[in-house]
Nanobody
Framework: QVQLVESGGGLVQAGGSLRLSCAAS????????MGWYRQAPGKQRESVAT???????YYADSVKGRFTISRGNAQNTVYLQMNILKSEDTAVYYC???????????WGQGTQVTVSS
């Protein structure tokens, strides 16, 4: 059974930084894409940043220049360095992993990020 576990969320003041981590277990295959999504109260889940196995990255316009996604040396680990945090970054952040060949899409349980103004 594949499981993704996030860590690193918390409460931070506006302008501060946080680093989210996600580690997956149970998959013998490297995810084709890993990413971070977020969902604020009353809003739909949105993509924040993704990274392919080859290292290509995507960022939402709202986080470009402030957030950096990276994959760890261990298979199926991913990080999100979040700098210059704003109150509008407050949300539950979810880790995601995709295996195209098996048509599988996995989600973590989410970690709360709260930015106080």
């Amino acid at each position: 059974q594949v499981q993704l576990v996030e860590s690193g969320g918390g409460l931070v003041q506006a302008g501060g930084s946080l680093r989210l981590s996600c580690a997956a277990s149970g998959s013998i295959f490297a995810f084709d894409v890993m990413g971070w999504y977020r969902q604020a109260p009353g809003k739909q889940r949105e993509s924040v940043a993704t990274i392919t196995r080859g290292g290509s990255t995507y960022y939402a316009d709202s986080v470009k220049g402030r957030f950096t996604i990276s994959r760890g040396n261990a298979q199926n680990t991913v990080y999100l360095q979040m700098n210059i945090l704003k109150s509008e970054d407050t949300a539950v952040y979810y880790c995601n992993g995709v295996l195209y060949g098996l048509n599988r899409n996995y989600w973590g349980q989410g970690t709360q990020v709260t930015v106080s103004s």
